[in-house]
């Protein structure tokens, strides 16, 4: 199956800038889409962007123009550029893919880092 393993989540301040990657591996026969999407506590599950196989992008109004979602396909990892960070961003980020291991296709949810922008 494919693993997903995520890093560079931290405690930043109001106005900073963090950026999370994060990498496949395992069986992967082919790969749509990787993403992130992000979980406060109280609250569901949200999208926070996306990146599909033809490098085009989606992003959640809240963050656009701050965050830059991009990909290294030789690498197979995918990359959340944050910058203008402010307190509504904390929350517990989740890299995933959409793509086929064994079977057919498939979603796919890294372990998750967390993301704390406080003074």
């Known amino acids: 199956q494919v693993q997903l393993v995520e890093s560079g989540g931290g405690l930043v301040q109001p106005g900073g800038s963090l950026r999370l990657s994060c990498s496949a591996s395992?069986?992967?026969?082919?790969?749509?889409?990787m993403g992130w999407y992000r979980q406060a506590p109280g609250d569901g599950r949200e999208l926070v962007s996306t990146?599909?196989?033809?490098?085009?992008?989606n992003y959640a109004d809240s963050v656009m123009g701050r965050f830059t979602n991009s990909k290294d396909n030789a690498k197979n990892t995918v990359y959340l550029q944050m910058s203008s960070l402010n307190p509504e961003d904390t929350a517990y980020y989740y890299c995933y893919v959409r793509g086929r291991s064994y079977g057919p296709v498939d979603d796919f949810w890294g372990q998750g880092t967390q993301v704390t922008v406080t003074s």
């Open positions: 990146i599909s196989r033809d490098g085009s992008t």
């Open positions: 395992g069986i992967i026969y082919s790969i749509n889409t």
